[in-house]
């Protein structure tokens, strides 16, 4: 029998609960099991499965908790370093951009780190084993740091998704985003859906997580579908950055 065990402290548990739902789907596929405990400050969960699928959902697992460890803290990281909350769309579509940029190399680093055993401690990787990576993501965060200024100004944030944009090559050049309660789905110009980045924040509207994918996607054309009227904010970036046209649907 293969036994994993993930916890984290309490505070930081939606980093907890991103790794429990992207392994449960691999685990339910091969009648596999899990358990949730909580004590006064820690968040548990553990799983179990029978040793022929030890290799399968042990991939499962270290790619959850790499995303976790590189994005997730990732951005706690930077919002700490900024004194960032969570009320300001502008300010999160930023962070989560500036998170999400070279986060590839975050995960490759964390696989590096990442040791075989039985229990993954969350908090004890980021505090005690990501020293070298958090030193990058504390350069990337520099030059909002010394400009600090920029973040009390929605143009200026607007100005630096710019720059952000002008150094990623466009991966759509049709793309269309269907907004519907409280959620959102991505299509292709072939109307194929795509897969979703996630940012992992602490907290997220559907709107800032599907900022987050047309940044990233970087289409020359957007097509912004919905029922209920988005809010401004979104409309105005959406505006701003791209060649967007929005169309209501019944």
Same mark, same amino acid.
């Given at each position: 029998?293969?036994?994993?065990?993930?916890?984290?402290?309490?505070?930081?548990?939606?980093?907890?609960?991103?790794?429990?739902?992207?392994?449960?789907?691999?685990?339910?596929?091969?009648?596999?099991?899990?358990?949730?405990?909580?004590?006064?400050?820690?968040?548990?969960?553990?799983?179990?499965? *029978?040793?022929?699928?030890?290799?399968? @959902? &042990? /991939?499962?697992?270290?790619?959850?908790?790499?995303?976790? %460890?590189?994005?997730? +803290?990732?951005?706690?990281?930077?919002?700490?370093?900024?004194?960032?909350?969570?009320?300001?769309?502008?300010?999160?579509?930023?962070?989560?951009?500036?998170?999400?940029?070279? *986060?590839?190399?975050?995960?490759?680093? @964390? &696989? /590096?780190?990442?040791?075989?055993?039985?229990?993954?401690? %969350?908090?004890?990787? +980021?505090?005690?084993?990501?020293?070298?990576?958090?030193?990058?993501?504390?350069?990337?965060?520099?030059?909002?740091?010394?400009?600090?200024?920029?973040?009390?100004?929605?143009?200026?944030?607007?100005?630096?998704?710019?720059?952000?944009?002008?150094?990623?090559?466009?991966?759509?050049?049709? %793309?269309?985003?269907?907004?519907?309660?409280?959620?959102?789905?991505?299509?292709?110009?072939?109307?194929?859906?795509?897969?979703?980045?996630?940012?992992?924040?602490?907290?997220?509207?559907?709107?800032?997580?599907?900022?987050?994918?047309?940044?990233?996607?970087?289409?020359?054309?957007?097509?912004?579908?919905?029922?209920?009227?988005?809010?401004?904010?979104?409309?105005?970036?959406?505006?701003?950055?791209?060649?967007?046209?929005?169309?209501?649907?019944?």
């Amino acid at each position: 029998m293969y036994e994993q065990t993930v916890n984290i402290e309490k505070n930081n548990f939606h980093l907890l609960n991103y790794v429990k739902n992207q392994i449960e789907p691999a685990l339910n596929e091969i009648d596999g099991i899990s358990t949730e405990l909580d004590d006064e400050y820690r968040s548990y969960y553990t799983l179990a499965c *029978s040793d022929t699928y030890r290799f399968q @959902v &042990s /991939r499962a697992v270290n790619a959850a908790v790499c995303e976790a %460890l590189s994005l997730g +803290y990732k951005n706690i990281y930077v919002r700490n370093l900024l004194d960032v909350g969570y009320e300001n769309f502008y300010q999160n579509v930023l962070v989560n951009t500036i998170c999400k940029f070279d *986060s590839e190399y975050d995960k490759q680093f @964390v &696989s /590096r780190i990442l040791a075989s055993g039985s229990t993954v401690c %969350l908090d004890g990787y +980021y505090n005690f084993k990501m020293s070298q990576v958090k030193r990058k993501w504390r350069d990337i965060s520099k030059l909002v740091c010394d400009n600090s200024f920029l973040l009390a100004d929605n143009e200026l944030i607007i100005e630096l998704l710019q720059y952000l944009l002008e150094s990623l090559t466009s991966r759509e050049p049709i %793309l269309s985003v269907s907004l519907q309660n409280d959620d959102f789905i991505i299509y292709n110009k072939d109307n194929v859906v795509l897969p979703k980045l996630k940012s992992i924040a602490k907290t997220s509207t559907a709107e800032e997580e599907a900022m987050l994918n047309i940044i990233c996607l970087k289409p020359s054309k957007l097509n912004i579908y919905y029922h209920d009227k988005p809010s401004n904010e979104f409309t105005a970036m959406c505006d701003t950055l791209f060649n967007s046209k929005f169309i209501f649907v019944e």
